[in-house]
């Protein structure tokens, strides 16, 4: 939502994709369409990119953030919350990208910018599988960057720390839920959801013939 209303602000049409579409109709933002999309069904991204491109032209960007944090101990967790973020931090992602790439390359420019995390670059408690999600996203991303470097498409990745978002939200073990909550007040607080979107900003601004490649980011008072 923050990238959303930033990216509105600079005068980019938009096409805003979520389960929840309710959310992205309230921000109401100009020359925007909103879809209800599940990221892992590929089928119904397509075909909302396919209505946006029709009514505003070529994708020139996209940014994969949809995601679940799912915290556990891997001896207790349910393996169902591994399969689901899976499914939408890895599965997802590269539907996204798959959406995108061809008509990029095939035009010479376009930027994907894939949101990872601290945790796709170090480890943490409880966060095994998560994790591993998130280390897949670096991977894609750098393999992809490689890929098609010289079809002039830029592949960026965002990597925050902790931010003050739903995330933690999906997490059903309350134990761990509290643990976290307390590590965010001992670092004094976390990044604000615009903190990351500026991130965005900065990293898509950039003439085409530059790639930030990477940006990781953390409230200062973040240990880890």
């Known amino acids: 939502a923050a990238a959303a209303k930033l990216f ?3 005068g980019h049409p938009l096409l805003l994709l979520a389960r929840r ?39 020139d960007a996209i940014v994969n953030n949809a995601g679940v ?24 992602l590269l539907n996204g990208i798959h959406a995108v790439l061809a008509g990029m390359a095939a035009r010479g420019r376009g ?13 943490f ?9 998130k280390f897949a996203v670096h991977a894609i ?10 079809s002039g498409v830029r592949v960026i990745t965002i990597a925050p720390g902790a931010v003050e978002t739903e995330l933690l939200g999906h997490t059903t073990d309350e134990a761990i839920k509290a643990g976290y909550q307390e590590w965010k007040q001992q670092m004094g607080g976390v990044l604000a959801a615009d903190d990351v979107a500026e991130a965005i900003a900065y990293a898509y601004g950039q003439p085409q013939r530059v790639c930030v490649r990477e940006i990781v980011l953390a409230a200062t008072g973040q240990p880890a």
């Open 111 to 123: 930027t994907i910018i894939n949101i990872s995390s601290i945790a796709g670059r170090k480890t």
């Open 69 to 92: 944090m799912l915290l556990g101990a891997m001896a207790q967790q349910d393996p169902d919350e591994w399969q689901r973020m899976l499914d939408v931090n890895v599965k997802g």
């Open 21 to 59: 579409v309710e959310k992205l109709e309230a921000l109401a933002l100009p020359n925007t369409l909103c879809r209800r999309v599940d990221v892992t069904d590929r089928a119904q991204l397509q075909a909302a990119l396919a209505e946006a491109e029709a009514r505003f032209g070529p994708a």
């Open 8 to 10: 509105s602000r600079a």
């Open 141 to 150: 991303s750098e393999n992809l960057r490689e890929e098609v470097a010289g």
């Open 125 to 133: 408690p409880n966060h095994v599988a998560y994790c591993g999600t």
